[in-house]
């Protein structure tokens, strides 16, 4: 009876660690509002509501945070400049940001926000840390 306990637990897969992951944001051009970091899902990419995200004091030059306890699996960065304070990215009339505003691995935006594939990023069970730029044209 004991060894079935055993054998299954062995046939469980194993339990993913969380890790800490670490984003620093350059680039930034003043110290107006806030910076909004968000660490996304591909069900949540492009939304206002991540399951990690942060806010912090904009500073001029760059700013840095941690998230803690992040699990393992795949994910985009998006961060944004709250210049204004109301929370979320200010667009003109085309839909084009009015605030600065980037994304992990820095990918190209010609047309619109990139794909999740574009910014996605593999985290593991070791700790993490990623650099990207606010673009701010």
Do not use: W
């Amino acid at each position: 009876m004991k060894a079935r306990f055993f054998l299954g637990l062995l046939a469980l897969p194993s339990i993913a660690c969380a890790t800490t992951f670490g984003v620093t944001v350059t680039n930034i051009p003043d110290a107006v509002g806030t910076i909004r970091i968000a660490v996304c899902a591909e069900s949540e990419f492009l939304k206002p509501d991540c399951k990690y995200h942060a806010v912090v004091q904009a500073s001029a030059g760059q700013v840095n945070t941690t998230f803690p306890d992040v699990q393992p699996g795949v994910y985009a960065v998006q961060v944004f400049q709250d210049r204004n304070g109301n929370q979320k990215l200010d667009q003109n009339f085309f839909g084009m940001p009015k605030e600065p505003l980037g994304f992990s691995r820095n990918p190209s935006m010609h047309f619109g926000p990139p794909s999740f594939a574009d910014a996605a990023l593999s985290l593991g069970a070791q700790n993490n840390a990623i650099s990207l730029a606010l673009r701010t044209k």
